[in-house]
């Protein structure tokens, strides 16, 4: 039985540790805050009222997909679709395939440049690898126009940003339940994390200065990872309540 993701690709290696993940979705919940269908996010409450739980929900979803055989991630992706085909009915409209694209393309963007910050730069041959993944993902959720190569998504991610996001009233809201549910702290890490990620427009949009405080301390912390106390640093740094989870996913990428 195949492997949805080869047991060697670079998207295992990505998807296989928790901090290239948490810097996945700081950077997600950045745009997600942006997005003028993130009043769907809305609809049922649960992005507002657990920000926390909706980003390991969503990791879970990924890690069964990435970490699966062909089969298990395919009723894994059709079970997110009837997921929101179910909300759709609650609400009485279609979520827009361009909602959905800019999730797969918030995927794709952001799995490279927090693989790219923590560990080494991608060959165009990895970044084809990721693309081709959450193509895939799209494809089995039947969306269309989708870009069937990492050079050709460039410009379509870069249009999708210009047309897709704003500076709407749901967004402070959503930051201010960042700083409730993460505390003072961890959301201003939050913040300086994202300013490291995040593509220049939707810096612009925020308010965000260029600077990050964090940018001096990402050599540091490599330097913990190889030292084996990056360990100390996000039981330090994490939230209680989902400690543990994060930490488990470190021993994901080893299987099969």
Not at 158 to 170: A, F, I, K, M, P
Request: glycine residues 6%.
């Amino acid at each position: 039985m195949s492997d949805f993701v080869h047991v060697n690709s670079i998207v295992r290696q990505i998807w296989g540790k928790s901090d290239t993940i948490l810097f996945i979705f700081a950077g997600a919940a950045a745009e997600f805050s942006l997005n003028k269908a993130v009043d769907w996010l809305y609809f049922t409450g649960k992005l507002p009222t657990d920000p926390l739980g909706r980003l390991f929900s969503t990791v879970q979803y990924a890690r069964m997909i990435v970490f699966s055989t062909e089969t298990e991630a395919n009723k894994a992706i059709d079970n997110m679709r009837s997921i929101h085909t179910a909300v759709e009915q609650s609400r009485g409209g279609a979520i827009p395939d361009w909602a959905y694209r800019d999730v797969l393309f918030m995927l794709i963007y952001y799995s490279i440049a927090a693989f790219e910050l923590l560990e080494r730069s991608l060959s165009p041959g990895e970044k084809e690898e990721v693309h081709n993944v959450f193509f895939r993902v799209g494809q089995r959720m039947g969306l269309t126009d989708l870009p069937k190569t990492y050079k050709s998504w460039l410009p379509v991610r870069e249009r999708h940003l210009r047309q897709d996001l704003t500076y709407s009233r749901y967004t402070p809201d959503l930051y201010r339940q960042y700083s409730k549910h993460l505390g003072w702290f961890r959301f201003k890490l939050l913040v300086e994390a994202q300013k490291l990620l995040i593509p220049d427009f939707v810096s612009e949009l925020l308010g965000f200065r260029s600077f990050s405080l964090l940018g001096p301390a990402v050599p540091v912390y490599k330097l913990s990872r190889k030292l084996k106390l990056d360990g100390l640093v996000k039981k330090l740094l994490l939230p209680s309540k989902y400690k543990r989870q994060i930490l488990a996913l470190d021993n994901f990428s080893t299987r099969t």
